[in-house]
């Protein structure tokens, strides 16, 4: 391993250990200030709704390629996970928070298993088929990349899913 | 995570996004968010706590079913240790989204 993803795994692992360090570190990558705020009304009652899950914690199936780790600038780049593949088909590849204990339990991170209760439960109506998983560690030039292309593909591919609502999850 | 949200809400598809980093979730401006002030890596708590789980997925649920003003932030009460969490909780907070219909607009 290089020192330089050695060096972000350890300050992912005191900041997950000491969070009152985290918001200092935080700021220093907070993109940008938003003016406007967009919104869609959701129009549908859940329990109709095909709901999605798109997550920057870094996961992916283990025959996809991992996010890039060696950028400093981060991975804008995102993989669509099969729900209906087994949990064991998914790993994480983030070096920017600690993510031992999501290695044990994915749904703390991306509660696979927790939607499903809810769509058997009539919760919510249907479980998209595809999820879309990206590496929450995005600064510089990558972050144009994100928001001007990877972001609204991912958003295509949703609409083309049916999906009418998505729930995101950090790392 | 926000400026995905952002993108998708954008695009037509209501979001709601569980933040763990409040003052990012007030600079980037997602349209929904629920917030808990819950370590890095744990936005729905602890490994194999399924009920702790629920409840956070639950709540997320109410803030896209509930929330009418774009960009709130809604910060949920539950502290990252010595909480219970059990499933009359969730049947309690899911009851907003059980209306026939979602919210106007």
Known sequence: ?171 | MGLIQRELERSGIPTVGISIVRDYSVKVKPPRSVFLRWPFGHPLGEPFNVSQQRVVLAEAFRALCGIRQAGEIIDLPYRWRRERYDEADIHAILAPCRREKGPEA
């Open chain 1, 1 to 171: 391993m290089t020192w330089h993803r050695f060096k972000n795994r350890l300050i992912a692992r005191v900041i997950t250990r000491f969070p009152s360090l985290a918001s200092r570190f935080v700021e220093s990558y907070a993109p940008w200030e938003s003016e406007d705020v967009p919104w869609t009304p959701l129009t549908k009652p859940l329990s109709a709704c095909t709901v999605a899950m798109v997550t920057t914690a870094g996961v992916h199936h283990r025959d996809q390629p991992p996010f890039n780790m060696t950028d400093r600038e981060g991975d804008p780049s995102y993989r669509a996970i099969d729900f209906t593949r087994p949990m064991d088909s998914l790993m994480i590849t983030h070096d920017y928070y600690d993510h031992k204990d999501a290695d044990r339990d994915l749904n703390i991170v991306f509660p696979v298993e927790r939607l499903r209760e809810f769509e058997r439960e009539g919760v919510i109506g249907r479980l998209a088929e595809r999820h879309y998983s990206f590496m929450g560690h995005i600064t510089g030039p990558h972050i144009v990349t994100l928001v001007n292309r990877t972001a609204p593909e991912v958003a295509g591919l949703l609409k083309q899913g049916g999906v009418d609502a998505a729930v995101l999850t950090p790392g």
